[in-house]
């Protein structure tokens, strides 16, 4: 979709949710007339891989194949790994609070729930992505030095990687369709927010099923063919 010799600012001003991708591999804006081959360089960042991620969350048909040998797993891993502290450490809290603000006018015993309902769903991100943190990822590192784990391959990981973005989903249609709030500016504000952060878990989740999971597969048989 996109070439490195494109301009970056033409890439952002068409699709400005890339500028969450930027900001996950540390890239700044104020790049001018630059080419993405020229932003990527001047900030270390592996273009073959973020033009593959773009292509990935831009591509929601899933018709792109990748060359999945073209990919940096280590340029992979900062990606995950940034967004997991954007989602931990600041996109959910912020709806929390937002949320929290929103509520305090309704049914007390009801907002409670509401809210618990979304502590709940939270702790099960933290939980999804705690387990790519402390396990995945390191098992993903030591393919990179040559140094296989016997105990451990990426189809245990593939079985059991939930869409952690479904019960968000539930969650936003629960309000919509059950809550007895007046509809204000503040609680489409929220809702909002829930949209697109349940688009960005989905794009997460994306990057590593297309990107992630199939680069650790080639890896994996080409170590059972030595």
Same mark, same amino acid.
């Given at each position: ?8 600012? *033409? ?17 700044? *804006? ?35 194949n990748f060359s999945v040998k ?10 995950? !790994? ?77 079985? !059991? ?25 503040? *609680? ?39």
């Amino acid at each position: 979709m996109y070439k490195p010799t494109d301009k970056m600012s *033409l890439l952002v001003t068409s699709h400005y949710k890339m500028m969450l991708v930027m900001a996950r591999f540390g890239i700044a *804006l104020g790049f001018g007339d630059k080419t993405i081959r020229e932003v990527c360089a001047e900030n270390q960042v592996d273009t073959n891989t973020f033009l593959a991620i773009v292509e990935a969350l831009l591509d929601v048909e899933n018709k792109t194949n990748f060359s999945v040998k073209e990919v940096s797993l280590k340029a992979v891993l900062k990606y995950l !790994q940034n967004s997991h502290s954007y989602f931990l450490q600041f996109r959910l809290p912020a709806i929390r609070e937002k949320l929290s603000e929103v509520l305090q006018n309704g049914n007390s015993e009801l907002s409670k729930a509401v809210l618990f309902y979304f502590d709940e769903y939270v702790a099960e991100v933290k939980k999804h992505m705690n387990y790519e943190e402390k396990t995945v990822f390191p098992y993903i590192l030591s393919l990179i030095e040559g140094k296989p784990k016997a105990n451990y391959n990426i189809e245990m990981f593939a079985r !059991q990687h939930n869409q952690i973005e479904a019960r968000l989903t539930e969650f936003k249609s629960i309000i919509i369709k059950y809550y007895p709030i007046k509809s204000t500016y503040e *609680l489409t504000s929220v809702l909002f927010d829930i949209f697109t952060c349940e688009e960005d878990l989905a794009s997460h989740n994306a990057i590593e099923n297309r990107l992630l999971v199939p680069k650790i597969l080639k890896i994996e048989f080409d170590n059972l063919k030595i």
